[in-house]
C-alpha cells in the first residue's frame, strides 16, 4: 500500500502466519500510520480515519480497499476449507484485484490451482508471491514440494 499523496509506502506487518487475518498492524521503516484500529473490521467508521505519518493525507480509502481485499481473501480460505475450489478462485482473484501485491493471496492462488490440477498456473503464483515476499512460508513450501515430485516421477 501506497499513500497516494506522497508515495509513503505502508506494509501489513510481518510475522506469525496469518498476521494479516488478525489486525492492521502496517509498519514501514521509517512511517507507521496512526492511530491504528485494534481491529481490521470491515468499513469499521467508529476509529478516526488513518492518516499518513509523512504527509497527514487521509488513507481511510486506502483502508478501506485494503480491508475489502482481506474480507474477499478470508471468503476464499473459508470455500477453501469447503473444498470449493472454484468459488474461492474467484474471491481470491478480487482480493488480488484490489491488493495486488499482498504475496499471501498470491500464495493462495497457487495452493487453489494446484489443488484444481493447474500445477503450471500454481508454480507461477508462487513464484508471483516470493516476487513480493521471498520469506513467503506457503510459496516456499510449495515450490519445494513440486520440485520433489518433479524429481522423483
Ligand atoms: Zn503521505
Known amino acids: ?9 505502508y506494509r501489513p506487518a510481518k510475522g ?16 507507521t500510520i496512526s492511530p491504528l484500529s485494534s481491529q481490521s473490521t470491515l ?4 476509529s478516526p480515519p488513518p492518516t499518513c505519518r509523512r504527509c497527514k493525507a487521509d ?3 486506502l483502508f478501506r480497499l485494503h480491508d475489502l481485499a482481506i474480507w474477499h481473501h478470508r471468503q476464499a480460505l ?20 484490489l491488493y495486488y501485491s499482498n504475496a499471501d493471496f498470491h500464495a493462495l492462488a497457487g495452493k487453489l490451482s494446484a ?8 508454480v507461477s ?11 513467503n512460508a506457503i510459496a516456499c513450501n510449495c515450490l519445494q ?9
Open 125 to 135: 503464483s508462487w513464484q508471483q508471491a516470493l516476487k513480493f515476499d521471498s520469506q
Open 59 to 61: 488513507l481511510s480509502d
Open 1 to 9: 500500500m501506497k499513500c497516494p499523496v506522497c508515495g509513503t509506502v
Open 78 to 97: 473459508h470455500l477453501l476449507s469447503q473444498k470449493r475450489y472454484p468459488e474461492a478462485a474467484v474471491h481470491n482473484n478480487q482480493a488480488l484485484a
Open 16 to 31: 506469525s502466519k496469518g498476521s494479516l487475518e488478525q489486525n492492521n498492524n502496517f509498519k514501514e521503516e521509517t512511517a
Open 115 to 122: 489443488l484444481q490440477g493447474e500445477f503450471q498456473e500454481a
Open 43 to 46: 468499513l469499521s467508521m467508529a
Open 145 to 153: 514440494m513440486i520440485k520433489v515430485m518433479a524429481e522423483n516421477y
